[in-house]
């Protein structure tokens, strides 16, 4: 038994009745098939006679208003059959505002003609509807953008740890985005990207720009001479 009630943490929310939630069933990360139910007047949903092999793990998810919602992973064993879990939602807005970076680290370490660059962004929502970003010309499709990461001109080579560029990330003429709307919280998100610059000569001069303000900036640089000077710092 899997069960919990969906919750609209907006003051003055809509209801959350009448929402279906699907509950996707998976063996050792194979997702095996996804059954459907709907949402009582109170926002409650339930799931019955579920295989209590350990190895098999649940989420439940839903969207409301167009912003996916899910439980964690989910399992259950003969000795613990049931398990509860609950949904949070919120009302959507397209109010930046809110959105901040609470602190940004910069790592540089130098391999040969490279330098290899790594940026940690932690987020903050300082409100209580999710954020859901707006159109924007930058991207190459008509996904909204939600974080954007503006990067020095002439990098390579971009990763994100926890998504792919060209699905949750998409690519813009300066950098990229993130596309997946921000629920409210403090340092809610944690961003963690990565490039390299190469250089052919003994000065680098790097122009990043910066997409949203930053509270607070560590920069990082290896230990192996180099000596690093800006106006900002």
Known sequence: LISGVVTNDTPQGDPTSGLTVTLSIFDDFNLITEISTTTSV???YRFD????DPSWLYVANLSFKDVPYST????LTQQQPAQIGPISV???????????????????EFDQSQLLVAELYIWSNNSDRVYVGAPSAATTSTVRSVLPFDLPTGYQNLTFDDGDLGRRYQPTATGAVDTLP???GQGVRQTLLRYVMPF???TLDI???VAVALRSLNVLVADVGAKVTSPDL
Not at 90 to 108: G, K, L, Q
């Open 72 to 75: 964690g992973v989910i399992t």
């Open 42 to 44: 109170t926002g409650l």
């Open 200 to 202: 052919s000569s003994l």
């Open 49 to 52: 006679k579920l295989d209590t």
């Open 207 to 209: 122009k990043h720009p």
């Open 182 to 184: 921000l629920p409210p």
């Open 90 to 108: 919120y009302e959507p807005t397209t109010d930046a505002s809110s959105v901040a970076v609470e602190r940004a680290h910069w790592f540089f």
